[in-house]
């Protein structure tokens, strides 16, 4: 939290240096691992079945926290259009790739039930008689846990300022210090998180954080698929083909999850699966794709690829514990208390309506840059709106350009005053003249 405040600048260059600390460290025990590999602890290959691999996989998806991450910066990046995909994918793709290698030296070095849940492979190692190899990967992963922490922390004040700046929570969230730092929100997000981690057992938060994660991931493929389907009369079709979609998607894999492939119910989950998929075959239909058309990545095949992702992710949420459920329920409560208490009244969006804010935003852009979306423009400022806009764009770079003359005129005749004051009456020709 002590590095957060110091600003954005400190805080990329420590994330930086323990990034590449931490990947070495993964790869050192994952190439040590390999060396000391068993292939008789791979049997049985999967102990728990296909539920114990999907359970384990929803329990660790808080991982995924950092890709997200990714996004919720793309402020501060440069060129965030095309840069933010690329480093996603390209995150992504390596850290899946060494995760399943470093899991699988994991389970080759020492029988799966005696795998430490707390330290795996310094213990591993230390099973494998390879004391020196369990100090390095301990003093390592103290070294680096922070890293974790930080990561989480570095979008957080910026969520905030996003939300405050609309209303949705209160003012001193989006107060910025006289060196650009997000000061008061970065020390109550900090002192926040101390709090919970000191009264909160990990165990009991894991399943929240995953599930929070899941509606998260849902809420995005949801939100793709309600912006590039629209319907060209009804613009509130794509949102009620997408909510039903959800709950659907959420009900039949509930059912698949609790009442599995047994009769009579078997037909009763196919129905219900059935019936997810038509509100999408409606939004292939009846809703036009709209993509981008500035030359940068799109998603394709939507509506489909973001509702796989998100019929997964319900799948997902579904292997948590009652309890984790619960857990969810009365957070995902207490923040639409605090919508309906504070944020409804305040929010910017919610009294003016997104369309007028986004517009406003669009407009500001517009005039500082020439790569908005011409159809984004469109579809939020309406053609002719758009089309003004676009046609003052030339106008308004020429009186930027005058504005600019002007700005230098005045400084150059500003310097000749102040240079005029500073002369002494003895040494001015003129007073001596007029003397």
Known sequence: MCIMLRGLNLSKMTVDVVTVAKLLLVVFMTIGGFTVFKPRHLEPFAPSGFRGIFRGGTRCFFGYLGFDEVCCMGGEAKNPSKNIPLAVMGTISVVTVLYVLAALALVGMQPFADISPSSGFAEAFRYNKLGWA???????????????????????????????????????????????????????????????????????????????????????????????????????????????????????????????????????????????VVPLVLLQVTCPDHPSQDGHFTTPFVPWVPALGAAFNWFLLTQLSWEGLGLVLAYLGASLFLYATYGFRNSKGGRTGWREVLSASVRRHSRHSSEVDPQLMEGLLGEGDAQGEEGSRSGGKEKDKAKEEEEEVREVQSDQREASDNVSPEASPASHHST
Do not use: K, Y
């Not at 060196?179 to 938060?205: Q, Y």
């Open 134 to 276: 369990a100090n390095v990967v301990t003093a390592g992963e103290l070294l680096t846990l922070p890293l974790v922490v930080l990561v989480s922390l570095l979008a957080q004040p910026r969520l905030q300022f996003a939300m405050a700046t609309d209303g949705l929570l209160p003012a001193v969230f989006a107060h910025v210090d006289r060196n650009g730092n997000l000061f008061r929100g970065t020390l109550i997000a900090g002192l926040a998180g101390v709090v919970v981690a000191l009264f909160l057992p990990f165990r009991a938060l894991e399943d929240v954080i995953s599930a929070g994660v899941l509606l998260a991931f849902n809420l995005t493929n949801s939100s793709l698929i309600v912006v590039r389907r629209i319907h060209p009369t009804r613009p509130s079709a794509n949102r009620i083909l997408v909510l039903f979609f959800n709950i659907l998607a959420l009900g039949a894999c509930f059912m698949w999850q609790n009442l599995g492939t047994a009769l009579p119910w078997l037909p009763l989950n196919v129905l219900v699966t059935v019936a997810a």
